[in-house]
T-cell receptor
Framework: QKEVEQDPGPLSVPEGAIVSLNCTYS??????FMWYRQYSRKGPELLMY????GNKEDGRFTAQVDKSSKYISLFIRDSQPSDSATYLC???????????FGAGTQVVVTP | EADIYQTPRYLVIGTGKKITLECSQT?????MYWYQQDPGMELHLIHY???????EKGDLSSESTVSRIRTEHFPLTLESARPSHTSQYLC??????????FGNGTRLTVT
């Protein structure tokens, strides 16, 4: 069983819609949660990271963590065609040890 | 903008050749990593280093080697390339208690 599960998509939404992405993880030892955005032929770029359960907002992006359900989400408001990319979730332990990644969800925002 | 640089960006090479993938970072990070990324798959850790003269193997069985003679430089070497080595190789670095920052990768094709 994979330690982090993520729906591969593709997820297609019209411009201006809310994009909802999520991951589940299996190990309660994971305490830090990250979202990366990866454009085609580029490396992953860190969008947000969070520690605690609850919401963290940065501009159009909101990261949500529910440790009791081992479920993390990323919401993108007012989506733009430039948001078309693959989004990777990642988790790590309290001691910032090994990182586990989801396989990524491809998002396509159509004008 | 990424402060971690990988060269070459693309490489096509014949079976049996020796290759070195270069990775340099200007952020002074002690911790550096090599990941392998295949389409639709999660990132797999190949090697990591927590400082000069420190290198460890990751989870993915690999025929590659790494060295860390200088803080900023973490090259990966394949002594004899094989078609099974065809993949994208991502270099990353991070500071203590911080997320990973990635380079833009080297896409390797072995014919």
């Amino acid at each position: 069983q994979k330690e982090v599960e993520q729906d591969p998509g593709p997820l297609s939404v019209p411009e201006g819609a809310i994009v909802s992405l999520n991951c589940t993880y299996s190990n309660s030892a994971f305490q830090y949660f990250m979202w990366y955005r990866q454009y085609s032929r580029k490396g992953p770029e860190l969008l947000m990271y969070t520690y605690s359960s609850g919401n963290k907002e940065d501009g159009r992006f909101t990261a949500q963590v529910d440790k009791s359900s081992k479920y993390i989400s990323l919401f993108i408001r007012d989506s733009q065609p430039s948001d078309s990319a693959t989004y990777l979730c990642a988790v790590t332990t309290d001691s910032w040890g090994k990182f586990q990644f989801g396989a990524g969800t491809q998002v396509v925002v159509t004008p | 903008e990424a402060d971690i640089y990988q060269t070459p960006r693309y490489l096509v090479i014949g079976t049996g050749k020796k290759i070195t993938l270069e990775c340099s970072q200007t952020m002074g990070h002690d911790k550096m990593y090599w990941y392998q990324q295949d389409p639709g798959m999660e990132l797999h850790l190949i090697h990591y280093s927590y400082g000069v003269n420190s290198t460890e193997k990751g989870d993915l069985s690999s025929e590659s080697t790494v060295s860390r003679i200088r803080t900023e430089h973490f090259p990966l070497t394949l002594e004899s390339a094989r078609p099974s080595h065809t993949s994208q190789y991502l270099c990353a670095s991070r500071q203590v208690n911080s997320p990973l920052h990635f380079g833009n990768g080297t896409r390797l094709t072995v014919t």
